[in-house]
T-cell receptor
Framework: ETGVTQTPRHLVMGMTNKKSLKCEQH?????MYWYKQSAKKPLELMFV???????ENNSVPSRFSPECPNSSHLFLHLHTLQPEDSALYLC?????????????FGSGTQLSVL | SQELEQSPQSLIVQEGKNLTINCTSS?????LYWYKQKYGEGLIFLMM?????EEKSHEKITAKLDEKKQQSSLHITASQPSHAGIYLC?????????????????FGKGTKLSVIP
């Protein structure tokens, strides 16, 4: 148990669906992250929020829309996804968004787009 | 090109054997992390190394950092089936300098370890 909870654990959706991934951290951290992990590729950083403000957006398609309503919750809204978006989506948090900060990861949402 | 290269990509060892996983960075390192991942699950933090020559151990796992070579190694002694999983190295790289600097944590592709009982 890392203190970071992600739901759902598995999600299957069609290309026309709209769904959301949820992440909640109980660690009192101030920075939260979305990562994408595809087969045979390194973890890709998608978004970073620090003190509820988006501070990094790494050229992610607009069909992915993050939301951070408070420092404990992070959402990833999905719409009109493509099959190549199928991957494990990992949420992480850290005390601050600084060098040397340890990231705590959730268990991930395994997403399949049909 | 890949910023962090891990080798080997996969490893199968007999229980009780020692093994080493390497991580090499193409950029200057400002801290290196080792994580372990069970298939389809999140990453579990193992160790963080920040200074050249630093070595840390946890149970039967030892990690070292060679800052000059921009490399780190993870060594497992007397491997057990519980050590099986994917080991990922992550490193802080400087992406912009503005005052205190801006760092991004990037990861290698991982090394898949299987331990045969």
């Amino acid at each position: 148990e890392t203190g970071v909870t992600q739901t759902p654990r598995h999600l299957v959706m069609g290309m026309t669906n709209k769904k959301s991934l949820k992440c909640e951290q109980h660690l009192g951290h101030n920075a939260m992250y979305w990562y994408k992990q595809s087969a045979k590729k390194p973890l890709e950083l998608m978004f970073v929020y620090s003190l509820e403000e988006r501070v990094e957006n790494n050229s992610v398609p607009s069909r992915f829309s993050p939301e951070c309503p408070n420092s404990s919750h992070l959402f990833l809204h999905l719409h009109t996804l493509q099959p190549e978006d199928s991957a494990l989506y990992l949420c992480a948090s850290s005390q601050f968004r600084e060098r040397g900060e340890k990231l705590f990861f959730g268990s991930g949402t395994q997403l399949s787009v049909l | 090109s890949q910023e962090l290269e891990q080798s080997p990509q996969s490893l199968i060892v007999q229980e009780g054997k020692n093994l080493t996983i390497n991580c090499t960075s193409s950029k200057t390192l400002y801290g290196l992390y080792w994580y372990k991942q069970k298939y389809g699950e999140g990453l579990i933090f193992l160790m963080m190394l920040q200074k050249g020559g630093e070595e840390k151990s946890h149970e039967k796992i030892t990690a070292k950092l060679d800052e000059k070579k921009q490399q780190s190694s993870l060594h497992i002694t007397a491997s057990q089936p519980s050590h099986a999983g994917i080991y990922l190295c992550g490193a802080n790289h400087l992406i912009a300098y503005s005052g205190a600097g801006s760092y991004q944590l990037t990861f290698g592709k991982g090394t898949k370890l299987s331990v045969i009982p």
